[in-house]
């Protein structure tokens, strides 16, 4: 029961930071649109897919392989010996610096080849210029993410959880000084994206300050901890797919997004396919995904990596303990929890896509017609809410038991799922295609993962998690109908307290249906467990 305890306290805490971290970001958000827009000039395509690059560093060197495969090893070591775990944090923070040190250098290096011999449209010219600033970032979040993952094994889940927060606070302020000081909608990225760099910085230092806190020391000693790295950097190479499937699929998604959108003022055939044939989507489809992206992320980075990032520790302990009935137990739970909240959450951004959106973004240079193209992205993406949140708790199942192996395969063929997809809906449904297949590619691999986890490593509780998917879906039915109704009685106008009351009430009404449903359906130990007290372990779960 302790451990259960840890888990709740865990995802709580977690949550919270996370919550904090989406609220902020979502106001960075805003700012970023009322600044950049849409489509002007392709200016937020360019930094959208020149963000994507360092994303995509931090899930598959960070938060997904590195972390995957450092915490198991590393939990170990402080079960038995704590200054050698410290002598193995040191070398692999050591390590990995030094490697994505040299990987930056030759990305820096391929950059700026690309720009002399490709001689590129002023349109490419600012996607290299852009990703050439940021990626320097792909250092500072990474060695940010392993820092973190040092902090969960020792069961401080708060500072790890607020660390995020920084980043959009340092927007925040980039994007107040871009809007004082200029108009040029280029320089305006520009230093945004310093904003960026120096938020790694901050994210760094502050979980460094944690560890230190939490008695670590540096000490790098190769030596000692060379068994120890091997099985760490062994396990990382296999992993990095199978966790970072989802962030693949969603960069594709912006490489499709931006390479098949005609360009502002250029010709609206594709010059490569003869002229021929038309570009399935205008300029701002990139855009378009980006911030569909920092909405349909919102429940999956409070709900999904929450309980993720919580229950990896348990599981990891009960693998090494071997006591799989306990790891097959919790890993169930951690799925109905997922499944509880996020089946609601696919619904309801469904419904409320294009409310929110004109409320948060259709300011400065968004306008209401971005908010109405960008809110159909959003609704494709939200079909899968569900899938994106219980996807990182069911692979931590297979990583706890090191089995990497699996996720790989599945996850390598759900990336080839996703392009196909892509592929073949993007020119009947424009970017609302690229949505759909990430959404369905996702929901592919939830099944798949859970089919055959019960198969190579023993049975889900099936019954249980039926019994909760099933309540879930007919208790966000009856929301959805509730909020259908609201919506249909609100005024639809322009200004914002219109805009507001269609979120706030229909949003109001969503919640209490779905609890009162919920209760009378009988869905109610995932419900209560992220409430149930664990107070005698919360401050220690928390680090307090």
């Not at 002598?87 to 720009?115: D, K």
């Not at 062994?234 to 962030?247: D, E, H, I």
Request: aromatic share 8%; net charge positive; charged share 10%.
């Amino acid at each position: 029961m302790d451990g259960r305890r840890q888990l709740f306290s865990g995802a709580r805490a977690t949550g919270l930071g996370t919550l904090t971290s989406r609220v902020l970001g979502m106001a960075r958000d805003i700012a970023t649109a009322a600044l950049l827009g849409l489509s002007g000039g392709g200016v937020m395509d360019a930094f959208a897919v020149a963000f994507r690059i360092p994303n995509l560093f931090r899930r598959l060197f960070g938060e997904g392989a590195l972390a995957a495969s450092y915490l198991p090893v590393f939990t170990a070591e402080l079960e038995h010996d704590r200054q050698r775990a410290w002598q193995l944090l040191s070398a692999t923070f050591v390590l990995l610096g030094t490697a994505l040190a040299g990987i930056v250098l030759a990305g820096e290096l391929i950059l700026w080849a690309l720009g002399a011999w490709l001689q590129p449209s002023a349109r490419g010219q600012m996607v290299l210029r852009l990703t050439a600033l940021l990626l320097p970032y792909t250092l500072l979040v990474c060695l940010a993410a392993q820092l973190a993952a040092s902090l969960h094994a020792l069961r401080r889940f708060g500072v790890a959880a607020a660390t995020p927060a920084l980043l959009n606070i340092c927007w925040l302020v980039g994007a107040a000084v871009a809007a004082a000081t200029t108009n040029h909608q280029p320089k305006q990225a520009t230093i945004l994206a310093v904003s960026i760099l120096v938020a790694g910085v901050a994210q760094v230092l502050a979980q460094w300050i944690a560890l230190r806190n939490a008695g670590y020391r540096f000490q790098l000693d190769f030596s000692s901890t060379a068994d120890s790295l091997k099985r760490v950097w062994r396990g990382m190479g296999p992993m990095v797919v199978g966790l970072a499937v989802m962030q693949i699929n969603t960069l594709l998604d912006s490489l499709i997004a931006w390479g098949l959108a005609a360009p502002v003022d250029g010709p609206q055939q594709i010059g490569w396919l003869a002229h021929r044939v038309a570009y399935p989507m205008q300029d701002g489809a990139a855009a378009a995904i980006w911030y569909a992206e920092r909405l349909y992320q919102f429940p999956i980075g409070v709900l999904g990596l929450a309980v993720a990032t919580a229950i990896f520790p348990l599981l990891s302990r009960h693998a090494a303990r071997r006591d799989h009935e306990s790891l097959q137990n919790d890993l169930t739970l951690g799925i109905r929890l997922v499944l509880c909240w996020g089946i609601p959450a696919s619904v309801g951004l469904m419904l409320l896509a294009e409310p929110l959106t004109r409320l948060l973004l259709a300011h400065g240079a968004f306008s209401l017609s971005d908010a109405h193209r960008t809110a159909q992205v959003i609704a494709c993406y939200g079909v899968g809410v569900w899938a994106y949140c219980t996807l990182p708790v069911i692979v931590r199942g297979f990583y706890a038991l090191s089995d990497a192996q699996t996720p790989v395969r599945v996850g390598t063929w759900t990336v080839g799922l996703n392009l196909s997809l892509n592929l073949l809906l993007v020119w009947p449904l424009a970017e609302r295609g690229l949505g759909l297949a990430t959404a369905i590619g996702a929901a592919t691999q939830v099944v798949v993962l859970s089919l055959l986890f019960s198969w190579r490593h023993g049975p889900l509780g099936w019954q249980r998690l039926w019994h909760t998917a099933g309540r879930s879906l007919l208790a966000s039915a009856i929301m959805a109908a509730v909020v259908w109704l609201v919506l249909e009685y609100l005024p639809a106008g322009p200004a914002m307290s219109q805009r507001a009351l269609r979120v706030a009430v229909p949003l109001g009404a969503a919640i209490a249906t779905f609890l009162i449903a919920a209760r009378g359906l009988g869905l109610q130990e995932p419900v209560q467990a992220l409430f149930q007290s664990g107070h005698t372990n919360d401050r220690q779960a928390n680090g307090s």
